[in-house]
């Protein structure tokens, strides 16, 4: 059997642990009901409300950001319909890319190179017989339209070409700069020409395309510019491609000379 002395020392033992369990136990009741710890708890959660309001309000931001990028690109798009629309008539799709334009008297006004695959195209349907030479026409003719927005097929001693090139060229400023090919000092001129009596129906220099449209020659760009809708036009035409696109106001002496 244990000594008594062995016994007080256990006794003592469970009454010291009974003492400090039932002294921590009310220090965390003390605690929790203090002012302190109240207050504290109070601050940690206004802060967590203000994280999640915050959060919250982000969120809304965002949806409302994205709204607004949604409702501009539909706006972006009803106005670039509404061009093509103008350009080749309610309903009426354009036939490989080309453009066209019903005029009063229902000639088709534009008509353009079609780019598709890398390829420039008479219809919807792919050539299936095209020979090496087509290819090789095809493919410098894509070069050449990439070159920019606007071409300019001229011949350098073709006096309608001039005219045109100089109105183009000086009389309005044009960036990115029309590019000008001179049919009768290119390699594949007289090939290229005829690729573009087919894909234009404008056999004559100057044949100026605009995105690979062609809106005529030096008369028509002439009278496009006499009656101020040539800006308009281009702008219309090169849409994003544009970065300036406006008349010079004045004029020499030899410009207008030239321009007559």
Not at 99 to 109: A, P, R, S
Not at 220 to 230: F, M, N, P, Q, Y
């Amino acid at each position: 059997m244990p000594s008594q002395r062995r016994t007080r020392a256990f006794v003592l033992i469970v009454a010291l642990v009974i003492l400090i369990t039932i002294y921590i136990t009310s220090g965390e009741q003390q605690t929790l009901t203090s002012d302190f710890y109240t207050k504290t708890q109070e601050a940690l959660q206004a802060k967590e409300y203000e994280a999640a309001a915050r959060e919250r309000d982000a969120v809304g931001v965002d949806e409302r950001l994205k709204a607004a990028a949604d409702a501009a690109k539909q706006a972006a798009n009803e106005k670039g319909q509404q061009y093509i629309d103008s350009v080749e008539g309610p309903g009426e799709k354009s036939v490989a890319g080309r453009v066209k334009l019903n005029t009063d008297d229902g000639e088709k006004k534009f008509k353009g190179v079609a780019m598709q695959g890398g390829k420039s195209r008479d219809s919807a349907e792919e050539k299936v017989d095209e020979t090496p030479e087509d290819h090789e026409i095809e493919m410098e003719l894509n070069a050449i339209l990439k070159k920019s927005p606007v071409i300019i097929f001229s011949k350098s001693y073709c006096p309608h070409s001039a005219r045109a090139k100089h109105i183009l060229l000086d009389v309005y400023n044009i960036k990115p700069a029309p590019h000008v090919v001179e049919l009768d000092e290119h390699p594949l001129g007289d090939r290229l020409q005829a690729e573009l009596a087919k894909s234009t129906g404008r056999r004559t220099v100057p044949n100026v395309l605009v995105m690979a449209a062609s809106i005529g020659g030096g008369d028509e760009i002439a009278e496009l510019d006499a009656t101020r809708k040539l800006e308009d036009t281009l702008k219309a035409m090169m849409g994003s491609r544009a970065i300036e696109v406006s008349r010079k106001e004045v004029h020499t002496n030899a410009e207008m000379t030239a321009l007559r």
